[in-house]
């Protein structure tokens, strides 16, 4: 086994950290719960649901996952910044300026050529 009496419980808005050395089974937390492969003991429960139960896509829309390294695509800020439909219509102007907001990167995006339509070289090496 590479995991063995993993517990815990998040609530929602709650923001969790997974922390240990390399090796120490984080990214195989995040696996299971993802459902990139199943366990073969015990069960994964999101919401109180086994996640094999869950359509696949439906149990992605749940989570939110937030990498250690930022990861940029070729294309523009705005479609970096709304990059995954998360089963919802295409993020409007609005939105995308919003989460730049949160982000704090305003001024930096604003400053670029064309903006929020300024464009991404792959992996954001112009950026």
Avoid: C, W
Avoid at 102 to 113: L, N, P, S, Y
């Amino acid at each position: 086994p590479v995991l063995r009496n993993i517990s815990f419980t998040a609530k929602q808005g709650e923001t969790v950290a997974f922390i240990g050395a390399t090796g120490s089974g984080k990214t195989s937390v995040i696996n299971l719960i993802s459902r990139f492969y199943d366990v073969t003991e015990g069960e994964v429960l999101v919401d109180g649901v086994n996640v094999r139960n869950y359509k696949q896509q439906t149990l992605h829309n749940k989570i939110g996952y937030v990498p250690q390294r930022a990861v940029l695509f070729s294309g523009t800020v705005a479609s970096n910044v709304s990059y995954g439909d998360n089963g919802r219509a295409e993020a409007s102007e609005k939105l995308v300026k919003t989460a730049v907001e949160i982000a704090q990167g305003t001024e930096f995006v604003e400053k670029m050529d064309g903006q929020y339509q300024g464009r991404i070289s792959q992996g954001g090496a112009n950026v």
